[in-house]
């Protein structure tokens, strides 16, 4: 609780007389030489620097406010896809700036004096540290937004398809064509990996899951189309996983892929395949996007996790830099009294150290005579 | 705005935000914490520099880090007397006393065109009189515009644990009961105190009920508070609050065993065998003591006793209690730390891990949380180092004998038996052995202070220890300093019992109320702690058991806590009738009595304050009377240590 005096302190140097017309032009001059010219260009780059991230955040919760909504509608998914897109080109934006604005403020640290200096290095730390924080919110809402997709395409699959290899294909080849994503994505690696590997190892499920009536999920829904679909993987593409293949054959009836086609056929799912077709189309779209997105912005994340690193502030208290300067010299002053002991006490070294003077000195002599 | 809850260190918290944002109504916005803030430099959040005095960089140490100040966008943070450059561009916020000598630099500095606009914050009340002559000033050089906003601030005081704060009055006790001290310094010295109560109470934003023993210096101080917030216009146009906090003002001399006494819990040890200041702590660490040449090592640390979960559970235990616990938790935190490393088979935990079994998000979860583990177990770590560090000046200064003795002083176990009392005290300092020159010095002091011994028996103490620290004296210039300077702080003692200026012994201290537990819980720890002993070797547990178990008696209640008890719970027949009812509300006093028949609003919050210095000790037992429905507050003119007070007290022999 604050009591305000300013208009009291107004009034009251209203009241006295003027003085003597400002000598600020002599500051002036002095405030408007080239360096200090160049600061204040600096200190508004930064400012709008900082302002383009205070909208990019704001753009980042709008996204992140649609992604945490779970399954969304189609005008929703293309708004994100617009939001993902702008936020990147705004992130890469600002990473130029903040590099071309903080090698400037380097070259002009030099010229202005000390404090200005730090000064400008402090505001650069946290427009950086800002930034930092932007883009790794950004990285986190990319993730969560992969995995709610890939939660939501299972979902789909196991509602509307469980027979079409067609649509099975963009996703495998997509996960496994890329390279895993600098961050360590084990969801997007465990994708294709999961479907073998529980496949490989329970094949006595399959029996009690493959003939399912449409719409009916167990507790292992997921599984089942991943056990269902390197079977499909397996009969359509031959059997190069002849150990797959092997399994899924004696494990069950031969008969029951062809079942399943045939119960499809007679539902007429095939007409609503198409649209769905589309649909998943869609969706095996934005999520190689976003991992391409992922990807590219992933050297900028690195850069910035190192930058961050460097600068984290040494000083964590207010009143703590005598402290560390008292500390700085006694620790010298111990180290100098260490050395003074030893060469009392230790003959052979004091000679050494003799020597090595008295052979700089002959040199320097040499030198110079 | 301010709930009743609210701490004192988190509304100066709030305090000092709302100044950083210029002090801007708009920005009352309050964020929660630091990350919700807009970034620095967005028109919200505008980047400035912070200039204080030094006076005012003890105010902001403890309470922001420099990483805090960067969030809120102070990007420099310089100091007022020091040699500054000109930054063109970048609002200033100054900080300060309001003293001719700072204001003078002010302007100096908005003649000079170092900034772009000055935005002045003075710690307390600025004067009229020195208003006029900085305006002068500024209109004179013409730098008028460069003046942005003038404000009173009314923090001048410096929060170091959420429910305690010091004035920083240097020299207190000394001063107020020198007799060089004169009239006119007197009332100084009142009236400053008096402010900085009324900060604490502006800041906390209630008007509270000020209650004070009859005469003397907490009378001066508390009609001066009463004033001053009975003629503070926007205070009073408060809403009325429906919890009124009580404001009890102390003198020192009502109580001088509790500064002198030696302490048994955690917190008040460090306080009292460390160095520290400012919730710092220094102690030198021997590094391999049977090398040629043994390295000492100067160890510093900073507490954070609110935040640090060890420290803020056990400060106020008792020391081998305090042990034990760092004990326990540390190896609990290290059974968990080898848990997960096992988990993730040692080396690689992002290694390819069998993602269907549930042990996935387990593994994920025991991942993310080890930096925590490990954060919490370099806490622990840093805490052990300071137990160590207080177990071995504990060991060698003997110092539970001293409190034992001490405390069975205080409470009047020898009161039937004086002579009993005077050949303990005796035997204990003639033991060259047994502690430093000043524990037995304090030991003397409490003697002379719980008991009626005579004059004659003084000095008969008082040469037996001359006599033992001959020796020492007669080596070290630093003894006999110590030596002088409390036989000196005796005769004051002396001085002060011929004038009767001290109570009797009887109100001193009193046996805290059996607890039902009480007794049963003290033994129990105490051999709980002698099995852990025997079947762990830790060094440190094994050195406490023998040495420090008398610790764990009883702790008693001091004559504040007694004092701040009976006010809040308004016991009849107690203090509460004898002490002064000042309310700024209403003009003149207010009679006890009359007020005793109707129904009083419950105490829910309580602030102690004592003139003269208060120390750890008085704070620790303070809180034996804070509960979940009343929370006590503690502050003083400045936070003393035995060894500090002795000194003053030294001084005025």
Redesign the interface.
């Not at chain 2, 034996?624 to 009343?630: E, F, L, P, S, Y």
């Given at each position: 609780?604050?009591?305000?005096?300013?208009h009291?302190?107004m009034a009251?140097?209203q009241s006295?007389?003027?003085?003597?017309?400002?000598?600020?032009s002599a500051?002036?001059k002095?405030?408007d030489s080239d360096a200090?010219q160049e600061?204040?260009n600096f200190?508004t780059t930064?400012?709008g620097?900082?302002?383009d991230?205070?909208g990019t955040?704001a753009l980042l919760s709008e996204l992140s406010n649609l992604v945490r909504q779970g399954f969304a509608q189609p005008q929703d998914q293309a708004r994100m896809n617009q939001l993902v897109m702008h936020i990147k080109s705004q992130i890469e934006g600002l990473n130029g700036r903040l590099d071309q604005a903080s090698n400037t403020m380097q070259k002009q640290r030099r010229k202005v004096?000390?404090?200005?200096g730090?000064?400008?290095a402090?505001?650069m730390?946290?427009?950086k540290s800002?930034f930092a924080e932007a883009a790794s919110d950004f990285k986190k809402v990319l993730q969560e937004r992969t995995d709610n997709m890939k939660e939501e395409t299972d979902f789909q699959k196991q509602v509307y398809d469980y027979n079409n290899a067609d649509d099975d294909d963009p996703i495998p080849n997509m996960s496994s064509l890329y390279a895993p994503p600098v961050f360590?994505g084990?969801n997007s690696n465990?994708f294709p990996?999961?479907d073998l590997?529980?496949s490989l190892?329970s094949p006595g499920d399959n029996t009690s899951s493959l003939p399912r009536p449409h719409g009916i999920s167990s507790s292992y829904s997921g599984s089942d189309i991943r056990q269902r679909r390197p079977l499909e993987y397996n009969n359509s593409y031959g059997s190069q996983n002849s150990l797959g293949g092997s399994l899924y054959s004696t494990a069950q009836p031969p008969l029951t892929p062809l079942d399943i086609q045939r119960m499809e056929e007679e539902r007429g799912l095939q007409q609503q395949l198409i649209p769905d077709q589309d649909y998943l189309q869609q969706r095996a779209d934005a999520m190689s996007q976003v991992e391409s997105n992922i990807v590219e912005l992933g050297t900028i994340f690195n850069k910035l996790a190192v930058m961050v690193q460097e600068h984290r502030?040494m000083?964590?208290?207010?009143?703590?830099n005598v402290?560390d300067a008292n500390?700085n010299i006694?620790m010298s002053m111990e180290v100098l009294t260490?050395t003074l002991?030893s060469l009392r006490t230790n003959r052979m070294l004091a000679f050494r150290v003799f020597s090595v003077l008295v052979l700089f000195i002959i040199a320097f002599i040499i030198f110079f005579a | 705005m301010t709930t009743p809850e609210m701490s004192l260190k988190a509304a100066q918290v709030k305090?000092v935000h709302?100044?950083l944002a210029f002090?801007e109504e708009s920005s009352a916005a309050t964020y929660d914490n630091d990350f919700s803030l807009?970034?620095?430099?967005?028109?919200n959040n505008q980047?400035k520099?912070l200039i204080y005095d030094a006076a005012c960089?003890?105010i902001?140490?403890p309470i922001?880090?420099?990483?805090q100040?960067?969030?809120r966008?102070v990007?420099?943070?310089?100091l007022l007397n020091s040699e500054?450059?000109?930054?063109?561009?970048?609002p200033a916020i100054y900080f300060c006393r309001p003293t001719k000598e700072n204001l003078a630099i002010i302007a100096q500095d908005c003649?000079?065109?170092l900034y772009d606009r000055a935005h002045l914050?003075f710690v307390t009340k600025?004067d009229r009189e020195l208003?006029?002559e900085f305006?002068?000033l500024?209109?004179?050089?013409?730098?008028?515009n460069k003046?942005?906003?003038?404000?009173?601030?009314?923090l001048d005081y410096v929060c170091l644990e959420k429910r305690l704060f010091s004035l920083h009055k240097v020299n207190s006790y000394a001063i107020y009961n020198g007799s060089g001290t004169t009239e006119a310094m007197m009332e100084q010295a009142m009236t400053e105190i008096a402010y900085g109560l009324f900060s604490v109470v502006?800041?906390l934003?209630h008007i509270p009920i000020i209650r004070c023993p009859k005469g003397g210096a907490p009378e001066m101080v508390a009609r001066k508070l009463n004033r001053m917030i009975s003629e503070?216009p926007?205070?009073l146009r408060n809403k009325s609050s429906i919890t009124r906090p009580l404001v009890v003002i102390l003198d020192r001399n009502a109580d001088l065993i509790t500064p002198i006494q030696h302490t048994s819990t955690y917190q008040a040890l460090i306080d009292d065998l460390l160095k520290h200041q400012a919730n710092r702590v220094e102690f030198e660490v021997v590094q391999d003591p049977d090398s040629n040449?043994p390295k000492k090592t100067?160890k510093?640390f900073?507490l954070d006793p609110d935040e640090d979960r060890f420290y803020s559970a056990h400060k106020f235990q008792p020391f081998p209690e305090a042990i034990e616990s760092n004990g326990a938790e540390l190896q609990e935190v290290t059974a968990r730390e080898q848990e997960i490393r096992s988990k993730t088979g040692g080396a690689d935990p992002?290694s390819a891990v069998?993602?269907?079994s549930s042990g996935a998000n387990d593994l994920a979860n025991a991942v993310e949380s080890l930096p925590a583990l490990l954060n919490r177990k370099k806490q622990l770590e840093v805490h052990t180092s300071i137990l160590q560090a207080v177990m071995n000046e504990v060991a060698a200064r003997d110092v539970p004998q001293f409190y034992e003795l001490e405390s069975a002083l205080a409470t009047g176990t020898y009161k039937n038996d004086p002579t009993k009392a005077k050949q303990k005290v005796l035997t204990f300092v003639g033991d060259a052995d047994k502690g430093s020159v000043e524990d037995k010095i304090r030991l003397i002091m409490v003697y002379a202070l719980t008991t009626a011994a005579k004059t004659a028996e003084l000095d008969e103490v008082g040469t037996a220890l001359q006599q033992a620290c001959e020796m020492k004296a007669a080596q070290d210039a630093s003894v006999r300093q110590v030596l002088s300077n409390g036989l000196k702080a005796i005769s004051y003692l002396k001085k002060l019992r011929s004038m009767h200026m001290i109570p009797s012994a009887a109100d001193m201290l009193q046996e805290l109320q059996a607890t039902p537990g009480g007794e049963k819980s003290s033994s129990h720890v105490f051999s709980s702690l002698m099995a852990k002993a025997t079947t762990q070797a830790t060094d440190l547990l094994a050195k406490a058991t023998d040495k420090v178990t008398s610790m764990l008696g009883k702790i008693n209640k001091h004559h504040a806590t007694v004092v701040v008890e009976n006010l809040c719970e308004m016991k009849p027949g107690t203090e509460d009738e004898t002490y002064l009812y000042l309310d700024p509300k209403v003009k003149g006093d207010v009679d006890v009595i009359k007020l005793q028949s109707m129904t009083r609003a419950t105490v829910r919050e309580a602030i102690a304050f004592v003139i003269g210095g208060g120390c750890y000790g008085e704070y620790q037992n303070l809180q034996m009377v804070a509960n979940d429905r009343r929370q006590i507050s503690y502050g003083s003119t400045e936070l003393l240590n035995a060894s500090a007070f002795l000194s003053q007290v030294g001084q005025l022999g």
């Amino acid at each position: 609780m604050s009591s305000n005096r300013t208009h009291e302190f107004m009034a009251l140097a209203q009241s006295l007389p003027a003085g003597s017309p400002p000598p600020t032009s002599a500051n002036g001059k002095k405030g408007d030489s080239d360096a200090y010219q160049e600061l204040r260009n600096f200190h508004t780059t930064a400012a709008g620097i900082s302002r383009d991230i205070a909208g990019t955040s704001a753009l980042l919760s709008e996204l992140s406010n649609l992604v945490r909504q779970g399954f969304a509608q189609p005008q929703d998914q293309a708004r994100m896809n617009q939001l993902v897109m702008h936020i990147k080109s705004q992130i890469e934006g600002l990473n130029g700036r903040l590099d071309q604005a903080s090698n400037t403020m380097q070259k002009q640290r030099r010229k202005v004096g000390q404090q200005a200096g730090e000064e400008a290095a402090n505001m650069m730390d946290g427009l950086k540290s800002t930034f930092a924080e932007a883009a790794s919110d950004f990285k986190k809402v990319l993730q969560e937004r992969t995995d709610n997709m890939k939660e939501e395409t299972d979902f789909q699959k196991q509602v509307y398809d469980y027979n079409n290899a067609d649509d099975d294909d963009p996703i495998p080849n997509m996960s496994s064509l890329y390279a895993p994503p600098v961050f360590g994505g084990a969801n997007s690696n465990g994708f294709p990996a999961l479907d073998l590997t529980s496949s490989l190892m329970s094949p006595g499920d399959n029996t009690s899951s493959l003939p399912r009536p449409h719409g009916i999920s167990s507790s292992y829904s997921g599984s089942d189309i991943r056990q269902r679909r390197p079977l499909e993987y397996n009969n359509s593409y031959g059997s190069q996983n002849s150990l797959g293949g092997s399994l899924y054959s004696t494990a069950q009836p031969p008969l029951t892929p062809l079942d399943i086609q045939r119960m499809e056929e007679e539902r007429g799912l095939q007409q609503q395949l198409i649209p769905d077709q589309d649909y998943l189309q869609q969706r095996a779209d934005a999520m190689s996007q976003v991992e391409s997105n992922i990807v590219e912005l992933g050297t900028i994340f690195n850069k910035l996790a190192v930058m961050v690193q460097e600068h984290r502030e040494m000083v964590q208290r207010v009143d703590d830099n005598v402290q560390d300067a008292n500390t700085n010299i006694n620790m010298s002053m111990e180290v100098l009294t260490d050395t003074l002991m030893s060469l009392r006490t230790n003959r052979m070294l004091a000679f050494r150290v003799f020597s090595v003077l008295v052979l700089f000195i002959i040199a320097f002599i040499i030198f110079f005579a | 705005m301010t709930t009743p809850e609210m701490s004192l260190k988190a509304a100066q918290v709030k305090a000092v935000h709302r100044m950083l944002a210029f002090n801007e109504e708009s920005s009352a916005a309050t964020y929660d914490n630091d990350f919700s803030l807009p970034p620095a430099g967005s028109s919200n959040n505008q980047w400035k520099i912070l200039i204080y005095d030094a006076a005012c960089r003890s105010i902001i140490s403890p309470i922001m880090s420099v990483q805090q100040l960067r969030r809120r966008g102070v990007t420099l943070h310089l100091l007022l007397n020091s040699e500054r450059e000109a930054i063109p561009d970048v609002p200033a916020i100054y900080f300060c006393r309001p003293t001719k000598e700072n204001l003078a630099i002010i302007a100096q500095d908005c003649a000079k065109g170092l900034y772009d606009r000055a935005h002045l914050n003075f710690v307390t009340k600025l004067d009229r009189e020195l208003m006029e002559e900085f305006a002068k000033l500024v209109v004179q050089t013409g730098s008028l515009n460069k003046v942005a906003s003038v404000h009173d601030q009314y923090l001048d005081y410096v929060c170091l644990e959420k429910r305690l704060f010091s004035l920083h009055k240097v020299n207190s006790y000394a001063i107020y009961n020198g007799s060089g001290t004169t009239e006119a310094m007197m009332e100084q010295a009142m009236t400053e105190i008096a402010y900085g109560l009324f900060s604490v109470v502006a800041t906390l934003g209630h008007i509270p009920i000020i209650r004070c023993p009859k005469g003397g210096a907490p009378e001066m101080v508390a009609r001066k508070l009463n004033r001053m917030i009975s003629e503070h216009p926007t205070l009073l146009r408060n809403k009325s609050s429906i919890t009124r906090p009580l404001v009890v003002i102390l003198d020192r001399n009502a109580d001088l065993i509790t500064p002198i006494q030696h302490t048994s819990t955690y917190q008040a040890l460090i306080d009292d065998l460390l160095k520290h200041q400012a919730n710092r702590v220094e102690f030198e660490v021997v590094q391999d003591p049977d090398s040629n040449r043994p390295k000492k090592t100067q160890k510093r640390f900073d507490l954070d006793p609110d935040e640090d979960r060890f420290y803020s559970a056990h400060k106020f235990q008792p020391f081998p209690e305090a042990i034990e616990s760092n004990g326990a938790e540390l190896q609990e935190v290290t059974a968990r730390e080898q848990e997960i490393r096992s988990k993730t088979g040692g080396a690689d935990p992002s290694s390819a891990v069998d993602p269907l079994s549930s042990g996935a998000n387990d593994l994920a979860n025991a991942v993310e949380s080890l930096p925590a583990l490990l954060n919490r177990k370099k806490q622990l770590e840093v805490h052990t180092s300071i137990l160590q560090a207080v177990m071995n000046e504990v060991a060698a200064r003997d110092v539970p004998q001293f409190y034992e003795l001490e405390s069975a002083l205080a409470t009047g176990t020898y009161k039937n038996d004086p002579t009993k009392a005077k050949q303990k005290v005796l035997t204990f300092v003639g033991d060259a052995d047994k502690g430093s020159v000043e524990d037995k010095i304090r030991l003397i002091m409490v003697y002379a202070l719980t008991t009626a011994a005579k004059t004659a028996e003084l000095d008969e103490v008082g040469t037996a220890l001359q006599q033992a620290c001959e020796m020492k004296a007669a080596q070290d210039a630093s003894v006999r300093q110590v030596l002088s300077n409390g036989l000196k702080a005796i005769s004051y003692l002396k001085k002060l019992r011929s004038m009767h200026m001290i109570p009797s012994a009887a109100d001193m201290l009193q046996e805290l109320q059996a607890t039902p537990g009480g007794e049963k819980s003290s033994s129990h720890v105490f051999s709980s702690l002698m099995a852990k002993a025997t079947t762990q070797a830790t060094d440190l547990l094994a050195k406490a058991t023998d040495k420090v178990t008398s610790m764990l008696g009883k702790i008693n209640k001091h004559h504040a806590t007694v004092v701040v008890e009976n006010l809040c719970e308004m016991k009849p027949g107690t203090e509460d009738e004898t002490y002064l009812y000042l309310d700024p509300k209403v003009k003149g006093d207010v009679d006890v009595i009359k007020l005793q028949s109707m129904t009083r609003a419950t105490v829910r919050e309580a602030i102690a304050f004592v003139i003269g210095g208060g120390c750890y000790g008085e704070y620790q037992n303070l809180q034996m009377v804070a509960n979940d429905r009343r929370q006590i507050s503690y502050g003083s003119t400045e936070l003393l240590n035995a060894s500090a007070f002795l000194s003053q007290v030294g001084q005025l022999g």
